[in-house]
């Protein structure tokens, strides 16, 4: 049988070793943190095909969508489609490959989301999100994986052409057969001491200011604005803006437009962070073996709340079959 090492605990880790379980492996996941404390956590995990580009990525984020409902129906899985204003540049493109969109009149937008002060053009149905903390215990739990929370970052030895082991911080050695990182935003940090260079952007959008407003829930679903995205969160809203940091201007600017959009906001309590996603230069997911290294991979992704599961299933295949997938050419490192 088969030991496989995952570095990582959100969305892409959890997957992975669900699905690695399930193939019949065993897994060990290590994590600086607690499970889905991370970006995974704190993201607006909105699953969708929406924006994504090209074709290929668009179809591939299609079957991703799919893969979460196969799971079946859980709590933390909220199929309830998404709305958005402005969205008329892609409907017409997205209509043309099949995606499900519905133009809203005024009534009909507010019949789907009452709160809202400016009315939603455009309804998504097929679109879900999930509470992605929830998401990834759950995801754990089905594979009888409890983390090993280490407190602190890990790293890679080698020997030869070979990953040796997981030096952990406070030195002990956690040895396997197979190494995978899915350390997300900490995957360069991870992979360049062992020479291996995952171009990652650090501009501008990648961090996003989140702010969890507490004592009332006022939407139902994703809804996406040119200045705020937001969705439920038990007992409250998450609100979203990428232009924005957690400086007390940028938290003042947040809760302004909430207040412009949704009637009646006004919570009891409010809680500020940065979620720092992820993102592949291209946009794209990288899932490639590394290079000069026989027995580790990486998998890391901007949109990993939409395809965690697939990507898991997929990267599982492959490594415990120790095969080459056409699904995943396209997003192996080679092409940067």
Known sequence: MVHVAVVGAGIIGAALADALVRRGA????????????????????????????????????????????????????????????????????????????????????????????????????SEAFVYGNEAVEALLRRASVRPLVTGGDVAFDVRGSRVSAVRLPDGARLRADLYVSCAGARTPALLEPVGVTVPLDAGPAAPCLVTRAYGTVPVRRVVNTPSLSLRPVRNGVQLEAGDLDTSPDGVATLLDRARELIRGFTPASTRHRVCVRPLPADGHPIADRLPGLDNAYVTVTHSGMTLGPLLGRLVATELVDATVLDDLKPYRLSRF
């Open 26 to 125: 065993t897994v060990t996941v290590i994590d600086a943190s607690e499970p889905g404390s991370g970006t995974s956590g704190s993201s607006l995990a909105w699953l969708n095909a929406n924006q994504k580009l090209p074709r290929d990525y668009h179809d591939f984020s299609v079957r991703a969508m799919a893969e979460w409902r196969s799971l079946g129906d859980h709590s933390w899985y909220a199929p309830t489609g998404s709305l958005a204003t402005g969205a008329g540049d892609r409907l017409d493109r997205l209509r043309e490959w099949g995606y499900p969109v519905e133009e809203l009149t005024t009534a009909r937008a507010a019949e789907l989301e009452p709160a809202l002060s400016v009315a939603a053009t455009a309804f998504f149905p």
